[in-house]
């Protein structure tokens, strides 16, 4: 045991105030160290059951540092439980927001598994260059309706972009099932094309949501670094992701596919459309644009918490929005899933 010790001091690493250590010598490493320097001839799996003894195990990297949360972090996650538990009282509608990531179109690897004969050849790279296009999906969940859209943008992640999402499933959603409702809640993270800070995220809500729909528009952003919370992550992007695991996503309409026919035992249901827009990255919003947007910050955190409320003509009314609302597009279903894609469901 003093021998084996000798060799590790020099190499090994640990906690001064626990008995825990470790090194990234192998233990077959090691027992070549005692042969070639004190004439100790033991097998590998020996010396893996002296480390044991020594109280070194295999471990991995463990995230446990946290970069520091915000002070008002557990105080803003009370005001999101009251603003929700508030709309639910009468009825309103509550949706998560936020975009999925990324995913290279073409026939790139997937990670995942499928039932299959034969494994289905990829390319053996993920170069930007050979992918037909990249999808920046946006999801918007509805959590009163256990139900989802996913909008498959084609352009860049912006916040025109993620406030025309939200505005297709109002337009094609949202009016059907909430007839009555004068006020949305929406909860998104505080970074991002629907970020806290961006002033076109803000903008854009005014223009193409408030004043468009007549809405009231309530958001209320989670803190930094707590995006894992925001109900969408683990109640619509994780069964999307489930359910194209392990196919090559090789098009738009494949994406558009797998999500369309994503289902949970619990009822959840999603309907996927095509965004094929061009949004231009880096809209800046003046001073003086932003001053016109009828905002009002929610006290307390106001920061992360504020309601855009339709604009009001001259003479203090709204405009007709029964009117301002065009007539939703009928939805055109993808392709059908062919008999190895549909394994994966």
């Not at 105030?17 to 077959?28: F, Q």
């Not at 390319?123 to 999801?139: M, N, T, W």
């Not at 004068?182 to 803000?202: E, F, Q, T, V, Y």
Request: proline share 6%; net charge positive.
């Amino acid at each position: 045991m003093d021998e084996i010790r000798s060799i590790l001091e020099p190499e090994a690493a640990g906690d001064p105030m626990s008995d825990r250590r470790w090194t990234h010598e192998t233990s077959e490493r090691i027992a070549h160290c005692l042969a070639e320097r004190l004439g100790i001839k033991v097998s590998a799996a020996v010396v893996r059951r002296l480390l044991g003894d020594l109280q070194y195990s295999l471990k991995s990297n463990k995230k446990c540092l946290s970069a520091g949360n915000s002070p008002d972090r557990d105080r803003q996650f009370g005001i999101i439980k009251q603003l929700r538990e508030d709309f639910f009282a009468t009825g309103d509608p509550v949706i998560s927001v936020d975009s999925k990531k990324k995913e290279l179109v073409g026939l790139f690897k997937n990670p995942g598994q499928t039932w299959r004969r034969d494994a289905k050849p990829v390319k053996d790279h993920d170069f930007r260059s050979e992918a037909i296009g990249i999808a920046c999906p946006y999801g918007i969940y509805d959590m009163w309706r256990n139900s989802g859209v996913l909008v498959v943008g084609q352009s860049a992640d912006t916040p025109e972009f993620a406030v025309n999402s939200i505005v297709t499933w109002w337009k094609r959603h949202g009016r059907y099932h909430y007839k009555t409702a004068k006020r949305l809640l929406i909860l998104a993270d505080s970074g991002g094309s629907n970020g806290a800070r961006p002033r076109a995220w803000k903008r854009f809500l005014q223009e193409r949501l408030a004043d468009e729909c007549g809405l009231n528009i309530t958001v209320a952003h989670y803190p930094s670094g707590a995006s894992k919370w925001n109900p969408i992550e683990h109640r619509m992007f994780s069964e999307i992701s489930k359910n194209w695991a392990g196919v090559p996503l090789e098009s738009c309409d494949t994406i558009l596919n797998f999500a369309q026919n994503t289902q949970t035992k619990t009822g959840f249901r999603i309907n996927a459309y095509r965004d094929q827009d061009v949004y231009e990255k880096g809209i800046k919003v003046s001073a003086k644009e932003f001053h016109e947007i009828n905002i009002s910050r929610n006290d307390p955190l106001g920061k992360w918490n504020y309601t855009i409320s339709p604009k009001t003509h001259d003479d203090g009314t709204q405009p007709d929005h029964d009117t301002a609302i065009d007539t939703p597009a009928p939805l055109v279903s993808p392709p059908a899933l062919t008999l190895l894609e549909a394994s994966a469901l």
